[in-house]
Nanobody, 123 residues
């Protein structure tokens, strides 16, 4: 079984910074894309940033230039550095990964989500 565990959320003042981490564990063959999504109260879950296994990235327009996604492939970990935080960044942040699993020599890709970590930006 594969688990994604996020950490690093919390309460921060506007203009502050936070760094989220997400570690994937279990019987993992390798990991494809990894990403961060967020869901504010009463709204749908939306993409914040994604990164490929090769390091290519894409960002939501609302966070471009303020957030940076990175990953450590050796540690199956993805990070989200969030700077210049705004109250509208308040949400639950979820980690997502496309994980390759080896079943008797056949490789399958499955989509996994973390449990979410709360980020609150408020004075």
């Amino acid at each position: 079984q594969v688990q994604l565990v996020e950490s690093g959320g919390g309460l921060v003042q506007p203009g502050g910074s936070l760094r989220l981490s997400c570690v994937a564990s279990g019987s993992i063959f390798s990991i494809n894309d990894m990403g961060w999504y967020r869901q504010a109260p009463g709204e749908q879950r939306v993409l914040v940033a994604r990164i490929t296994s090769g390091g290519s990235t894409n960002y939501a327009d609302s966070v471009e230039g303020r957030f940076t996604i990175s990953r450590d492939n050796d540690k199956n970990t993805v990070f989200l550095q969030m700077n210049s935080l705004k109250p509208e960044d308040t949400a639950i942040y979820y980690c997502n990964a496309g994980v390759y699993l080896d079943y008797d020599g056949t490789i399958y890709e499955y989509d996994y989500w973390g449990q979410g970590t709360q980020v609150t930006v408020s004075s």
